[in-house]
C-alpha cells in the first residue's frame, strides 16, 4: 500500500500563517468595534447586538442593498452572457488568436480608480465625447449628474467594459479545451450550430463558467472604486451602493460601530449568495 508524503505542507504552512495573521487580526477588530461604541481615547462601551438591531432595520441599509442586488443582477445578466457570445465568436487557431487575447485583457489592465476617472470624463455631458454626442448629435437628454436613470446606465455599461473581458477569458479557456473529436462526431451527425453549443460547449464551460459567475458576483457585490470616482454615489443617493454607504459611515461619520456591523453583515451576506451559487451550478457534479 502505498503512502503519501505530506512534507509538501511544511512549504505552505507559513503562507497559512500569514495569510491567517493578516485577514485574523483585521477581521477580530471589527468584530471588537461592532460590539461597542467608542467616543475617542481609547475608550470602550459594550453595546452587544445593538449595532447589528439597528443596521438590518434601517431603511437606509435596506435601501443601499437592495440597489447593491440590483446592480450585481443586472451586471451578472449582461456581462455572463455576453462574455460566452464574444468567446464563441473569438479564433481559435492562427495569427488573431493572441490579438484578440490582448485586446480582452487590456481593459482589465487599468487600475480601477483610473476606470472611473476616464469614465467621468467621457461622459460628462458638456465636454465629455460620449455626453457631447448622445445629447447634440443624437438629441438623446442625457445628465449622469443629474439624472438617476443616466447614472444607472453609465455605471452599468462602465462595469461592463471594464469586466466582460474576465468572462471572455474564462469562456475562451473552456472553449480551446474541448476536443476536436467532439465537433467531429457532431459534424457526422449532422448536428446544428445550436445543438454544438447545448450538449458540448455549454457543458465543457461549465467549470469556467461557475468560476466567472462566483468571480463576477463577488467582484459587483462588492464594487467600490469605479462608480464612486464616476458618480460619488449621485445623483442623490441613486449610486449608494452598500460598499459606498458603509465607507461614508466609517469615514465620513466615523460611526466606527455601526459601520464594523455593517460589514460583518456585508460579508456575511457575500459568504451565503456565493454559497448558494455555487451549490446551485454544481449539485449536478455532486450526484
Same mark, same amino acid.
Given at each position: 500500500?502505498?503512502?503519501? *508524503?505530506? !512534507? ?6 507559513? $503562507? ?60 451578472? #445578466? ?7 457570445? $464574444? ?12 490579438? +484578440?487575447? $490582448? ?10 480608480? $483610473? ?8 461622459? #460628462?455631458? !458638456? ?7 448622445? *445629447? ?34 474564462? +469562456? ?14 457532431? !459534424? ?17 464551460? !461549465? ?52 459601520? =464594523? ?6 460579508? =456575511? ?19
Amino acid at each position: 500500500m502505498r503512502t503519501e *508524503n505530506q !512534507k509538501a505542507w511544511f512549504f505552505v504552512l507559513p $503562507v497559512l500563517f500569514l495569510v491567517a495573521f493578516n485577514a485574523l487580526v483585521p477581521m477580530m477588530t471589527v468584530v471588537n468595534y461592532s460590539v461597542q461604541e467608542t467616543f475617542g481615547n481609547n475608550q470602550f462601551f459594550w453595546q452587544g447586538l445593538d449595532w447589528f438591531e439597528q443596521i438590518l432595520r434601517s431603511e437606509r441599509f435596506q435601501a443601499a442593498l437592495g440597489r447593491q442586488f440590483l446592480f450585481t443582477f443586472l451586471i451578472l #445578466l449582461i456581462e455572463v452572457p455576453l462574455g460566452i457570445i $464574444v468567446a464563441l465568436s473569438m479564433p481559435r487557431k492562427g495569427f488573431w488568436v493572441p490579438v +484578440c487575447l $490582448v485586446l480582452m485583457a487590456l481593459p482589465m489592465l487599468i487600475p480601477w480608480n $483610473v476606470v472611473g476617472s476616464m469614465w467621468n470624463i467621457f461622459t #460628462l455631458p !458638456k465636454i465629455g465625447l460620449m455626453g457631447y454626442f448622445l *445629447n447634440d448629435v443624437l438629441g438623446i437628454n442625457y445628465d449622469m449628474t443629474q439624472q438617476p436613470l443616466s447614472a444607472w446606465i453609465t455605471v452599468i455599461v462602465m462595469d461592463v467594459w471594464h469586466w466582460t473581458s474576465l468572462v471572455v477569458l474564462l +469562456c475562451y479557456a473552456g472553449l480551446v479545451s474541448i476536443p476536436d473529436a467532439y465537433y467531429q462526431a457532431a !459534424k457526422i451527425d449532422g448536428a446544428s450550430p445550436w445543438s454544438v453549443f447545448r450538449y458540448i460547449q455549454l457543458p465543457k464551460m !461549465k467549470t469556467v463558467l461557475t468560476i466567472a459567475v462566483l468571480l463576477r458576483f463577488m467582484d459587483s457585490f462588492n464594487i467600490y472604486t469605479e462608480p464612486f470616482v464616476l458618480t460619488g454615489g449621485g445623483p442623490g443617493n441613486s449610486t449608494t451602493l452598500l460598499s459606498i454607504d458603509l465607507v461614508k459611515i466609517a469615514l465620513g461619520q466615523f460611526d466606527l460601530g455601526p459601520a =464594523a456591523a455593517m460589514s460583518l453583515i456585508y460579508f =456575511a451576506i457575500t459568504l451565503l449568495v456565493s454559497w448558494v451559487f455555487y451549490t446551485l451550478m454544481t449539485k449536478d457534479d455532486q450526484k
